[in-house]
């Protein structure tokens, strides 16, 4: 019954600025935390950051000062506001959960392209 669904990707420029969104379904939002985690082409996925039931916050040391986590539980959805994009944060990005049974839990993810 799970499902995350993230939207907000696309092309843009270094320096520029993407807003990443993830809707959450199946699951009582408020109580889960919730994490964007990120795939560029043939490297293994890694935490950009997360966000707890109650608001604690962290990232990834590559985008700490850059990106910001954040959730609105009345919309069961998650962002990730991406400012000062580098190249090197090119990726495919993934919200992702994990269950009472502690089963994983992925979207399909949405690509995020930093190019000039």
């Known amino acids: 019954q799970v499902q995350l669904v993230e939207s907000g990707g696309g092309l843009v420029q270094p320096g520029g600025s993407l807003r990443l969104s993830c809707a959450a379904s199946?699951?009582?939002?408020?109580?889960?935390?919730m994490y964007w985690y990120r795939q560029a082409p043939g490297k293994q996925r890694e935490l950009v950051a997360f966000?707890?039931?109650?608001?604690?916050?962290n990232y990834a040391d590559s985008v700490k000062s850059r990106f910001t986590i954040s959730r609105d539980n009345a919309k069961n959805t998650i962002y990730l506001q991406m400012n000062s994009l580098r190249p090197e944060d090119t990726a495919v990005y993934y919200c992702?959960?994990?269950?009472?049974?502690?089963?994983?839990?992925w979207g399909k993810g949405t690509l995020v392209t930093v190019s000039s």
């Open positions: 966000i707890t039931s109650g608001g604690g916050t």
């Open positions: 199946g699951v009582i939002f408020s109580i889960t935390t």
């Open positions: 992702n959960l994990r269950n009472s049974m502690r089963m994983d839990y």
